[in-house]
């Protein structure tokens, strides 16, 4: 069974980094793109990053130059990864990581989802 697992998320003040990472359970890193969206209160759900199935890698206007995705092969552990640099307080929202069959707003599996708070 898919399954994602979310750590990574916290609280920090603008300005500052927090890494994100996601453990993809049951997932083929050669058959999917994955990528991190998230949803600020009152906001729709936005893709923030993805990468391809080849690792090519593609961002938000609006987090360029200031988050890297990533994603690695350990032993069978496969991991998603979201280095956050220069938060700002924008960039307040709930994370979360998704894999197969990207769009804009929707994919095939989802994690739980996990808390970034940036405070000015």
């Known amino acids: 069974q898919v399954h994602l697992v979310e750590s990574g998320g916290g609280s920090v003040q603008a300005g500052g980094s927090l890494k994100l990472s996601c453990v993809l359970f049951r997932v083929d890193f050669s058959a999917c793109g994955m990528g991190w969206y998230r949803q600020g209160a009152e906001k729709e759900r936005e893709l923030v990053s993805s990468i391809s199935r080849d690792d090519k890698t593609n961002y938000a206007n609006s987090v360029k130059g200031r988050f890297t995705i990533s994603r690695s092969r350990d032993n069978a552990k496969n991991t998603l990864y979201l280095q956050m640099n220069s938060l700002k307080s924008e960039d307040t929202a709930v994370y979360y990581c998704?894999?197969?069959?990207?769009?804009?707003?929707?994919?095939?599996?989802w994690g739980q989802g996990t808390q970034v708070t940036v405070s000015s």
């Open positions: 998704a894999a197969c069959d990207l769009t804009t707003s929707r994919a095939s599996y």
